[in-house]
């Protein structure tokens, strides 16, 4: 495949995607905006702390999207489409275990987490608020991860991006109802998450199988769903990848958790910064995930001349596009903030750091991109690796920094952090290559 044809097969793929997360941290964003402006920082505190909460929480369960992913595409690439729908039942039953887990032992998952922070009376209590709802949430986040990542991995990104915008639209509006309408203030964004996670789920779960009838006939065999090999093999990536999953969402908390150590005000500003970086991230994120089904597919199929122009040109459209967020970020910064918040104090102290969220775009979008080509590889085990090492040394740098130069030193650790997570990577790009030989 020539350059040409790489790149433009890359952006097809990718620009249904683009809309589609280009939504997703408008979320968070409108969260932030509905809490921020209401009387009491405590309530935007407690959203901030309570989303890092459960983003570790789900983030966690990545790999029923990431994992699936590569199978998929692998599977797709050999034309292997009933093992696909053995695979997608697989997952849904892991949903289940999981998403029971999580219910039966919210309290001992509340109290830890509540125990990490050093809150006000008021913001634990608008922080156990949030909580109580959004945990039940569980299922239907989940099963959302899932189907994702068989469209994804199946190259049909726009069915994946319309999972995801539907969610995403869905819950920006029902928070909106919730909290302005009928007075809910955080429960009212945590009862949004929930009704349109669930409904997302049932409807697009329903649709999944009617594509996937397209493919192969849709029987639940017990005996090949089951499969005790196939378990064990699924097993080892999910665990890798809940592995590295775990670190990077750490990692994030981590932040967090030295911030409130500055102070409430400094968690409430950093989350807002944090919401214009997750913003890019969705965005650069297109690439990404538009790569792990290519390169899974050019696998499946032995293909190395696709897998080798591929990854040479999402390099390209992911650093070009993060050096653009940059620059945006530079001249719009002051308006993205003030949509946030109008809370005088924490739009100033926004503001003092907003300079990090004009440079870490252009030095995430190579550990994005990094990603997604290991994610379509199922190349886990490097990841699980790669992402230990990086978050091991940013947590040394966070603490020494954050000492030193208070907030300052977080957000310098957080960029190292960005670079060392692509590092680690690249020192094992050739494996991949191995697996075509």
């Known amino acids: ?43 935007l505190t407690a ?30 690439g050999s034309n292997q489409y009933e093992e696909i729908v053995n695979l997608v039942f697989r997952n849904i039953a892991f949903v289940i275990i ?19 922070f050093d809150l006000s009376n008021q913001t634990s209590k608008h922080f156990k608020e949030y909580f109580e709802i959004r945990i039940y949430s569980s299922f239907g986040e989940l099963i959302i991860f899932i189907i994702t990542g068989l469209f994804i991995g199946l190259q049909r990104t726009t069915i994946s991006s319309m999972v995801v915008g539907f969610f995403s639209i869905t819950n920006i509006v029902l928070s909106v109802i919730f909290v302005i309408y009928f007075d809910l203030d955080v429960r009212g964004v945590a009862l949004g998450t929930l009704v349109s996670s669930t409904l997302t789920s049932i409807i697009f779960l329903c649709y999944t199988f009617f594509e996937l009838q397209k493919f192969t006939s849709i029987k639940i065999n017990l005996k090949k769903i089951f499969n005790l090999k196939k378990i064990t093999k699924l097993f080892n990536i999910n665990f890798d990848i809940f592995i590295r999953s775990a670190f990077l969402t750490f990692s994030f908390l981590f932040f967090t958790y ?14 807002i910064l944090l919401n214009l970086i997750m913003l890019s991230a969705f965005i650069l994120d297109a690439y990404a995930f538009s790569t792990e089904g290519i390169v899974g597919y050019s696998i499946g199929s032995k ?26 970020y530079l001249f719009g910064k002051n308006h993205f903030i003030s949509i946030m918040t109008d809370l005088p104090d924490i739009k100033n102290l926004s503001l003092s750091y907003s300079y990090w ?21 199922s190349q886990t085990k490097e990841l699980r690796n790669a992402m230990i090492v990086s978050v091991t040394l940013y947590i040394v740098c966070a603490i020494f920094l ?11 650790s957080l960029c190292i952090f960005f670079v060392l997570r692509a590092l680690t990577l690249f020192f094992y790009l050739n494996k991949i290559y191995k697996k075509i030989e």
């Open 402 to 412: 954050a000492n030193t130069l208070s907030n300052t030193g977080l957000w310098i």
């Open 303 to 328: 293909n190395r001349p696709l897998l080798t122009s591929i990854i040479k040109n999402s390099f390209i459209l992911s650093a070009t596009t993060g050096l653009l967020i940059s620059i945006i």
């Open 98 to 116: 999981i998403s029971l887990l999580l219910v039966i032992f919210q309290k001992y998952i509340f109290t830890i987490a509540l125990s990490v």
């Open 47 to 76: 959203t901030s702390i309570a989303t890092s909460v459960f983003s570790l929480i789900f983030w966690n369960f990545g790999f029923l999207r990431m994992g699936t992913v590569g199978l998929v595409a692998q599977a797709h």
């Open 1 to 43: 495949m020539s350059d040409r044809a790489s790149i433009s097969h890359i952006a097809k793929l990718s620009i249904p995607i683009f809309f589609a997360n280009l939504i997703i941290p408008l979320v968070a964003i409108v969260d932030t905006g509905l809490m921020g402006n209401l009387d009491n920082a405590s309530y």
């Open 258 to 271: 030295l911030g409130n150590t500055i102070s409430e005000d400094v968690v409430a500003a950093n989350t």
């Open 357 to 377: 969220v004009v440079l870490i775009p252009f030095l995430s979008s190579f550990c994005y991109q990094i990603d997604g080509i290991f994610i379509g590889a």
